[in-house]
């Protein structure tokens, strides 16, 4: 743990306050401490199990919390003790936890305010975390969204690319021009991995509800299925959109694996025109490009704008999610301001679809933007502005 790089510890002293034990030997052990933090295996059996053995040898007042990607809270607190019940919550940390300051937090139906309050100020002043407050539901916020916009945008990406659009073009649009970080839509598939996205989309197609859009993008494209079946994963098997080829001579050329042709190339350098390299200009452009990027990522900030008050109650928790564990430039509520909420719901009116929750507040109230006064103000579900908290 001290000699890893990067290194694990901000002040390498700190490894001498670790002690390790075992479940069968030293869980007694906790009765102790003030926060007991499960991070075990993702499955809800085995979660429960360790829960089952723990309760009675923690001390009244200790909180307890799991860390989980997808595995609602209620299931696993399902018949556990009133006081593990009220206990109780989720603490999502995104990883590299070092490195990633998102935490979302989530507390269940029994959960005491006294027991959020106090981890999250802990959380936030002592571990320097940005701690958002997310419901009790599939994926939570960030990886809510945030797998939406890769699992939607393999779909609404091939039409274009049996177009003759190229992946490189489509990762170019969907990265800079719209605030997402370098590696656009194929590149941060390549860092997840295909097979845990392929396990995303399982959990997403058992528990999203039946009328979520997001069904219909649960499982993979065929020539992404196809990579997923002969194990072409990402950066963890040395190839997947992408691979580094190293010549016998040493030399290193960057490949592409063309959906298309179902074959690896050099990737290809790609220049975008100036109406393509700004929200405010590529969302509109009327070009294949223009499209793509409506219909792609335009699509994901539709999907969070119907969100609220399901996966949380307002915007801000949203936007920061979003920034803070997805490196979003701007959270979708924020990039629909600097988009103009006014004209992105007049072209859904002039495609006749229907206004999602929020869009459908600004159109009710006749406000402009979901923000105002320079961002210390946000609007309401209910239509009132209220002060933006403290970050």
């Not at 197609?205 to 494209?221: E, H, I, K, W």
């Not at 002969?230 to 190839?239: A, D, I, N, P, V």
């Not at 949203?318 to 509520?333: H, L, Q, T, V, Y």
Request: include cysteine; aromatic fraction near 8%; charge should be negative.
């Amino acid at each position: 743990m001290t000699t890893i790089r990067p290194p694990a510890f901000e002040n390498p002293e700190s490894a001498k306050r670790i002690k390790l034990g075992s479940f069968e030997n030293d869980l007694p052990k906790i009765e102790g401490y003030d926060w007991i933090c499960e991070a075990i295996i993702e499955d809800l059996e085995t979660k429960r199990d360790l829960f089952s053995k723990l309760e009675p040898l923690r001390r009244e007042g200790s909180v307890v919390s799991t860390n989980t990607s997808g595995i609602p809270l209620k299931d696993i607190a399902a018949g556990m003790p009133e006081r593990l019940r009220r206990d109780i919550v989720v603490t999502h940390f995104f990883n590299p936890v070092k490195i990633m300051r998102l935490m979302e937090l989530i507390p269940g139906e029994e959960t005491t305010e006294e027991v959020t309050d106090a981890l999250a100020r802990f959380c936030g002043e002592k571990l320097g975390k940005g701690v958002v407050y997310a419901k009790d539901t599939v994926n939570f916020i960030g990886n809510r969204i945030g797998c939406f916009f890769m699992l939607s945008g393999l779909h609404k990406a091939k039409p274009a690319l049996d177009a003759g659009m190229q992946m490189e073009k489509i990762d170019a649009l969907l990265s800079k021009p719209v605030g997402l970080p370098p590696t656009g839509l194929y590149g941060l598939i390549d860092l997840i991995g295909l097979d845990i996205m392929d396990l995303v989309g399982k959990n997403l197609a058992v528990n999203l509800p039946s009328n979520d859009v997001g069904r219909s993008f649960t499982s993979f494209p065929a020539a992404e299925q196809s990579m997923l079946e002969r194990g072409q994963l990402g950066r963890k098997t040395k190839g997947g959109f992408y691979r580094l080829n190293v010549a016998d001579d040493g030399s290193k050329t960057k490949e592409i694996f063309d959906l298309k042709e179902e074959s690896w190339r050099a990737v290809e350098a790609i220049e975008l025109a100036p109406s393509l390299q700004a929200p405010e200009t590529v969302f509109f452009d009327d070009s294949a490009e223009g499209n793509l990027v409506w219909d792609t990522m335009g699509g994901t900030l539709l999907y969070a704008a119907d969100l609220i008050p399901e996966i949380a109650d307002d915007v801000v928790n949203i936007d920061r999610a979003m920034r803070w564990g997805f490196g979003w430039a701007k959270g979708p509520f924020e990039l629909l301001d600097q988009l103009g909420a006014d004209k992105v719901i007049a072209r859904l009116k002039a495609e006749n679809r229907p206004l999602p929750a929020m869009l459908n507040v600004l159109e009710k109230t006749g406000e402009k933007s979901f923000y105002r006064n320079g961002g210390s103000e946000y609007l309401t579900l209910s239509g009132e502005w209220k002060a933006v908290p403290k970050e």
